[in-house]
């Protein structure tokens, strides 16, 4: 049995670190999209319309009850089957963390919501600010601040979760770290470091959130 030995490792820095960035940039797309998606949900969860509220918290509770890697599966393998379409393994993985994110975004803004206090509500009627000033002006704003630490610990977790994409092909960290571990039969060096690169990246987003969470929590004492 081979030594362990870490610095074997270093001949695929600059590999591992292509793969980080291509993993930066996949989470970046999913959290763009994911947010975009959660935003609207949480507006539609306030509709008059108690069937698209119903709608809405179908679609909540059906993709937090279920684990983001069968729900990567079942895109990837099944939903081709049911639409007849040919699905990436790059679109597969984006979209089963969109909608994971977006679910997890959208309880996130809509607790943001329920924070707002009616006087806020009270104050655009009595200034006579229609409602589209009072969404975009007022609620919106308000919301957003509100939910920012909320928002960013789901960056986290959604960081995390993408490593899941490389189940399916997808060319990010985790699946780079998987070939060069395959082919050189040092599993345990190359996914330890992957594993290290994973938690520095973690960390530093937990400290940002923690850094965000006192600053908004300060805001909004004042």
């Excluded at 870490?6 to 292509?18: E, G, N, P």
């Excluded at 539609?44 to 179908?58: E, F, G, I, Q």
């Amino acid at each position: 049995m081979a030594s362990f030995d870490i610095t074997f490792v270093a001949k695929y820095w600059q590999t591992l670190l292509s793969g980080l960035g291509l993993t930066l940039e996949f989470t970046a797309i999913c959290i763009v999209s994911g947010t975009l998606l959660g935003l609207l949900l949480a507006l539609m969860s306030r509709s008059p319309n108690a069937l698209v509220r119903t709608l809405v918290r179908m679609y909540v509770e059906l993709i937090r009850g279920v684990p983001v890697l069968i729900l990567l599966f079942w895109i990837f393998f099944c939903l081709p089957v049911v639409t007849g379409l040919e699905i990436s393994n790059f679109f597969s993985s984006t979209l089963a963390l969109t909608l994971f994110m977006g679910a997890a975004t959208c309880e996130s803004f809509r607790a943001a919501l329920k924070s707002i206090p009616h006087e806020q509500y009270d104050a655009c009627t009595a200034l006579g600010l229609t409602n589209k000033s009072r969404l975009l002006d007022v609620v919106v704003p308000l919301m957003a601040m509100r939910a920012i630490p909320n928002l960013l610990s789901n960056t986290v977790a959604l960081f995390k979760e993408s490593s899941l994409a490389s189940a399916v092909g997808t060319v990010e960290l985790m699946y780079i770290g998987q070939n060069i571990a395959n082919s050189t039969a040092r599993p345990i060096e190359v996914l330890t470091v992957v594993g290290i690169l994973y938690f520095i990246v973690g960390f530093v987003l937990t400290r940002l959130v923690s850094l965000a969470e006192t600053r908004v929590l300060s805001r909004l004492a004042t």
